[in-house]
Every structure is written in C-alpha cells, then in structure tokens.
C-alpha cells in the first residue's frame, strides 16, 4: 500500500489526523467567528441523517415539537441553584438591542432592563412556559421535543465536539409520577442506543452519571460513552430524570385525580452535532471518514469515466439505468440513495474524493462497462480499496446485502477494539495508574483505555481520579454482581464503574 | 346558525380575531421574554409541513443545506454600508460572555473584544464564508440554503406576524453572471409561488420592490403579496438579486475560464414563519382555522363516540381498520395523515376542537356507525359543519377528491375575495384617498383594499403615499402594458404598480 489520502495518520498524531479528516471529507470549518463553527453540506447531510431518523422515534414515542424562545432572562436561570450554577460561566449575554454609531464606529445602543442569555439549554425557558400549561393531571404527560441551536461559551474549541454553537435536540417532559418521568427518561435512553448502536455502529457503554457527573439539577443523569480510536470516551448524548427540582423550582404543579395540587415529575434529554465528530472518530481510518450505510447521505455514487467525448452519452444513459435499477433497492427499510458525479474533473481525483468523504460503495462506469454490461466499484470497508469488476445485474442484485454486510462489518470492527482496550482486571490504583500513563513519551495521548473496576461510590473520593485525568465515564447498567475492593479506597465494593480519559 | 366559536368575529375585531384564532387553534402563545413566541405543537406541525415541501423543492433546484454561525461580528455587518443601515436598530447585542454574582445578582461578565450581533440575515456571515471557499468559476453556482432562527428587535409585536425571533429558511448562491444570479432570483420567486398558491393555495401577486422597499443592498427584491381578509397586504417572502454589492463588499472573487479575476453576483431569498401567520388570516373563519389540506399536518381527524365502556373496542377497531383504509388512499403525491382522537374528554368537546384547529375532515364514528358499516363526518369549508352520513366504504373511496376540491375551494374563496377588493380604476389621488379612508369611524381598519394604478417611477414621489398609510407593494410581474397618468403625479406613466396598507 501507497501513501494514505489523511496525514497525519491515526497512530502519527491522533488529534491532527481527526482535523484533516474533517478537511478532506469537507464536513466543517471552523468560522473566524469565535469558538463557531460552519458545518458544510456533506457534515450537514449527515446531521440530517440523525434528524430524521431521530425525529421519527421521537415522535412514535409520543413526543410533539415545538419550539421555545432562544433567549432565557437572567432571572429565569436563577430559579435553579445548581443549574445556573452550573452554565453561569458560558453564558452568551445579551445586553443592548441595538446599533449607534459613535465617532465612526458602531456601538452596542438601548441597553435591556434585563439582560438576556442565549440559551445553553432550555429548562428554565420551558420550566417557565409549562408552570402555565400544566394544570390537570390530564394534562399528563406532557410530552415534547425541539431541533434548536445551543451557545455555551467555550474556552478551547474543537469542530464537531466543542464549539460555542451547536445544534441538537432537546427533549422535555411533564409526568404525575417520579416512576413515570424515570422510565422515560430510560426510554429515551434506549431511543438513542438504537441510534447509536443500530444506525451509527458505535458500540455504547449505557449506564448513570456519578453525582459529580450529573446534569445541574439533576436527579439522575443516564449517558452513553462510546470507545474512540484514541481510546479516550465521548459521551454521546444524555438523558435526566429531573426529579421535582425543577417543578419546584419553576412551579409546575398539577391537580391529581383526588383534587390535590402536587408538583409534576420532569425529564429532559438531548443528542447533539457531536455525535458527528464521534462518528468521525470511531470509524475513520488513515484515508479518511467511513460511513456506515444507514447515515450516509448516498449509499452508492457513481464516478462516469469519459475518455472521449463521443462516448459521453452511452456512458450518462447506462449510468441512469444503474442508478434507476438500485434505487429499487431497499436497505432497512429505505431507499438506497444513489449520487451521480458529473462534476468536470477528473475521474480518479473524484473517486478519492468519495473515499475520503466516507461513502459505503463507489462505482465507475466506463465505455468498456457499458459495452460489458458490467461496472467496477469498491467497499469502503476494505481499507485496499481494491477495484472489483462485476456484472452490473450482479451488483444490482446484490447492493443491499454487501451495504448490510458494511454495515455489521463497521460495528464488530469498533466492537472488537473497544473489547481490545477495557481491561477488567485492574484492582488497584497502581495499577490503574500505570494504565492510564503515556505508553510512550512522545505521544503522550496513548494509554490504555478503558477500565471497569469497583468503586465504594463515595463522592468525596471521586476526585482522586483528577490527578490520572480520568473520571468515572458512568455506573453501567451491567454489573457483573459481585463482591471485590474499590480502586480508590481498597475497600469493600459492589458497584462497577467505568473509568476512562475522556473528550 | 348559533354563535360562533370565535370571539369577537373577523367582522367585530379582526386583529383581536386573529389572537383569538390563535389561541383557540393553540398554535403558539406570547413568550414573557420580550417579543419572542413559543410555537406550540400545532403551529409547529405546520410549519414542518412548510418546511418538509420547501427543503424538497429546494434539494430538487439544486442546492444543499449548511449552517452558518449565529452570530454575526459587527465588523462584518459594517462592510455594506446600506445592509448595515438596514438593520443596525434592531440588532440584538451579545457583549458578554459569563455570568458572576455580585452583591447577591448575576450580573453580565467578562466583555468581548468586539461585540457579537445575533443573525438579523445572514449575508454578511455567509459572505465571509464564500470569500473564502470561492476562487474558481469551477466553484460556481454555489448553491446553499439554511434553516435557522433570526432575531430582529421589533417594538411592536404579532405572533408569527412580528416577532423578536422567528425560524425561516434563507438561501445564498453565487454565480458566475448577472443574468444567472437574475435567473436564480426568479426560479426561486417560482418555487416559492408553488408553496404559496399550490400548498397553502394562497393567491398571490408577484413582483418586484420599488427601490424605497428593497432589502438593503440589493440590486433587485421580488416578492409576492397576499390580501388578508382585512384588505391589507402581507409580504410572503423575497428573493433577492444582490448584484455585486455583496461580493464587492465581501471580497467574493473567481477566476473565470480566461483566468481573469472577477466579482461574483449573488442572491438570497428566504420565507418565514409569518407564513402561517398569512394562512389564518387568508383561509381563517369565525369558528377559527382553516387548513388546505396539502398544508394540514393530518387531513382526516377521526373523532371516536363511546357512549358505553363495552363498546368501546368494537368502535376502536372499527376506527383502526377506517384509520388503515384512509392512509392506503393518497392525495396530491402523498399519503393522507389521519388522527384519531382518543383523549379523555366529551366528544363534543373534541369535535369543535379540530374546527377550531382547522382540520379538513372530522369524522365521528360510534357504536351505530360499526353496526351500519358508515360514519358521520364534516367538511371543514362548510361553514354550518353539517354533519353527513355516509358508508365506510363510499367515504374512503371519495377521500382524495373531497380533499382536492377543498384545496381548490380554498384557493377560488380566497380569490374571489382579493379581486372584489383589488381596483383597477382609481386613477387620481383623490380617488386613492377616498378609497383607502376608513368607511366607518369605528372601524378604522376597514379600507378598500389593493389598488393597481400608474406610477411615474420616480422614488422621490414615493413620500407622498405615507400620509394615507399606504405603500407599493410590488411593480407586478403582470403589467398591462397601456399608457396612463401617474396616480401621484398625473404625469403619463406606463407602469402598473400594487398599492395597498399592509402588515
């Protein structure tokens, strides 16, 4: 094998292969405007890709959309202690409504009674508005859900997984009982699994936030950690269940069926565009992004090789039959998206163009082809990116099994280096440390994992995992039962946590 | 005929009607935060079919989605003097970026350098952006689009009217020419016109902006205008040729196929909420909402009556096996959405609830109906909502015409209506004066309506039509091509402009 299309590779320099994979799939850039993002139309499709199929659960489970204001007063913020205590420091803060100029320059003019933050997420918004809409218990439950753009203020800033925009989805719901708004937020937990695991391939770790880890406000806090190539966790995507901290907090109260007041239960959960980057980082290889087939924008596309002009139409009219012919296809239950490039370039710069933007199957059709009623094409998956002849019928016959082999292909491959890298036998904090050190003092983001261990869940002793800078990822919903020694104290202990470095 | 479910009527109070339609359809309610609104589930149902129909059409022209940050440097803002003068009052200004407690308040912290303007439009960002990925006329047309909020300070509010911050779509491409980015401003005109009169079957005169009304900077604004049932005006949406302006201020530069460098031309254009805004008050009757049903987010609503707890499951899976009959049936390309209603209240509670919510059909069906194998429904475009008898079978065999002449009634009503209000001959100032005063002292809102008439074209004579409160609309693309006198001047003009109040 030749040169690979990213440099940096992977194993040169982790962190800098992940920014040219962005580059050379054209998914984002960063905007000169601070810590902001533009997502480009190939990162956007596939976010639309998450929307849509996320917007469909969303809405079999009985969930409506709306859409609530994108400033929160300040005093909206306060209601909650541990809430605003949490996001006070990257508030985007809106003070004036207007331009003047002054001495040749425009100034901030009309300062607001009261300053307004552009929300960092919306509970205080919606506490405020559902305090108003809840009255009865049936008005329960009250399930709903908004696409929005998020700003917290970010210090250091990494396209995709922290910037000061974002977009995401943010689920919010009422119930009369803590039992009801707990399974939902464990149902909204599972909508998302499936997401990431069934239509993203990434192998999820599902389990609850320790408390330093939980939302603000909080009662609990269920996550997903996913395993990067790096071997450090991102959190995919979270779901609380609120308890009555915020319908105390913003008085959202009902009357039951007895004719009794009582605060509601609430959730909220959300899934953002960083999901993006953690798809980037899970199945990129050295020449770029690969998409497993449910989220890419095309299944298939199409490179035609024109060699000479007087060939040009044959070439177009068999390449339309192809992709007619596939798209009666179906994978998953949906189309299969076919992209013809008739982009004036050349063929192999297109062809590498498709590899580095990650999609499953790229076909060339030439004048021989037609000619042969055949086609070459090759899978993503093969990191050769051997060239394979076929009889188009052949291919046609057979697109939806290869994209369904892809895709199981994607998942184990992430599987087996996520079972490769968690150690369960670690028992001690020396031992931990030394797995968490540097392998190598040049590449000192290399270490060793992820770690299940015990832990005594005393929260004070939590912050012994600040000098490793690691941090219990999440108490999994799988424990192995068993009886053995907390990591940090050595004493006895039931519960497994995971422990990982963590983006 | 009773009273009406709406109250006052359109005829007593129409702007009080239209909050009432609102509130009764519950498609969105005023926010405490200043001038913003929360769109509800309703509102926000159709403005997802809105925005499902659009971001086809607009896939289907060519373009793809992306996002742009929201926040625009006011630097930025500065570099085109008219775009800047255009919205510098009424920008919302981001000037900080943390919140710290003092004397037991949060007050706003940590100032920006350079203070942050939240999106009023996004040229100035998205110029930015092209500046920097245009630089061969290989690169062109680009053609993008976005869904995003905006937020323009407004003093004085409506829902979906005025708001502080709506949701909208806004396109920006770059051509090589000016007659491409001409052509491109006007296909987009078109696509809009489809959504406009075929959809929401709103008839709608297109036109161009005279230069006082042309968003700032650009070299050409097209529009479309719609009456209300107030005889005003409501601007639909526009699309905007921008010429160079925006190119030359932003440095959007391509090398053409002589290898010259050249400025590009672009356009934007864009829609909004308001949109739903122009559905009430176009189609809205005294008993509230009503819905064409291409834009309606379920045509058939079917409303089950449950006199006694042991029939309820012969009703419900007769329901069922109506609700599978109805969807297999389609309508205008896609299938018929149908609700069936099972909360908890009287249904005749139910009933008028989807009156007022403007669903097209609402059917009933009880304990009889399964027995007789029929049902009970009403036409949403029959003000008396005469309920009518009819077998499964006939019904759902009917379903897609009765809907497709609902569309069309709409649509001939709506019609109907503009040219009974719309005059050709008012030819003097005088005349225009007369027509456009109140015809009753209590009612000063009731006017004549539009007005086609002569214009000499000249911006300086403009002035005189705001002391009627009065605008151009548009020049319509629709000219009669005749000689005649200036409305303003008495001066031989040949051009027919659209004037009217408006909203």
């Known amino acids: 094998m030749g040169k690979n299309a990213i440099e940096p590779t992977r194993e040169e320099d982790y962190s800098e292969w992940y920014q040219q994979v962005i ?38 489970t009985g969930h409506q959309n709306l859409y609530f204001p994108l400033f929160v007063p300040v005093s909206y913020l306060e209601k909650e ?48 508005a559902f305090s108003r809409s809840v009255s009865s218990f049936r008005d329960l439950p009250l399930l709903t859900n908004q696409w929005a753009n998020i700003v917290r ?40 699994r499936e997401l990431v695991e069934d239509v993203m391939m990434m192998p999820a770790i599902l389990g609850e936030k320790s408390e330093s880890e939980r939302f603000p406000g909080a009662k609990h806090t269920y996550c997903f950690e996913v395993m990067m190539q790096d071997r450090k966790a991102l959190q995919g995507g979270t779901s609380h269940d609120l308890g009555q901290n915020f319908s105390k907090a913003f008085n959202i109260r009902f009357n039951n069926q007895d004719g009794e007041l009582e605060y509601a239960h609430t959730t909220s959960w959300g899934v953002t565009t960083r999901l993006i980057g ?50 009666q296809q179906s994978f998953c239950g949906e189309k299969i998206e076919v992209h013809v490039d008739s982009r004036d370039m050349r063929g192999g710069e297109k062809w590498w163009d498709w590899i580095k933007k990650g999609v499953p199957l790229t076909v060339e059709v030439g004048p021989r082809d037609v000619e042969n009623g055949a086609l070459v094409f090759a899978r993503r998956d093969d990191s050769t990116h051997k060239k ?116």
């Open 153 to 192: 203020w970010e210090m250091r800033t990494r396209l995709f997984l922290r910037t000061t925009e974002f977009l995401w989805q943010e689920g919010h719901t009422v119930h009369a009982t803590a039992e009801e708004a707990s399974e939902e937020s464990l149902r909204m937990l599972e909508v998302y």
């Open 23 to 60: 580059k050379a799939a054209d998914l984002a850039e960063n905007s000169p405007v601070r810590g902001c993002m533009v997502i480009k139309p190939w990162g956007y499709a596939i976010w639309e890709k998450i929307r849509n199929y996320l917007d469909k659960r969303i809405k079999e």
């Open 278 to 327: 953690s798809l980037i980082m899970v199945h990129g290889d050295d020449d770029g992004l690969r998409l497993p087939p449910r989220i890419a924008p095309h299944q298939v596309v199409i490179v035609p090789v024109v060699p000479r002009e007087d060939k040009k139409e044959e070439v177009y009219a068999y390449i339309d039959l192809l992709k007619k012919e596939l798209e």
């Open 81 to 128: 202690a541990k809430h605003v205590e949490g996001f006070a420091k990257e508030c985007a803060v809106v003070t004036h409504h207007r331009l003047e100029e002054k001495d040749g320059k425009l100034l901030p003019a009309s300062p607001l009674e009261e300053p307004l933050v552009i929300r960092p997420t919306s509970e205080a918004i919606i506490g405020e």
């Open 388 to 503: 394979e002849k076929m009889k188009r019928n052949e291919f046609v016959q057979k697109v939806s099994e290869t994209l369904l082999e892809m895709q199981r292909n994607y998942f184990e491959e992430a599987k087996r280096y996520k079972e490769e890298h968690t150690r369960d036998d670690i028992d001690t904090f020396e031992e931990l440390k030394a797995f968490f050190a540097p392998k190598n003092e040049k590449k000192p983001e290399i270490h060793g994992g992820f770690v299940r261990a015990k832990w005594c869940e005393d929260p004070k002793t939590e912050a012994m995992f600040d000098d490793l800078k690691v941090a219990i990822r999440c108490i999994p919903f799988e424990q192995r039962g068993n009886v053995g020694r907390c990591i940090l104290t050595g004493k006895e202990a039931t519960k497994d946590v995971v422990i990982a470095k963590s983006y």
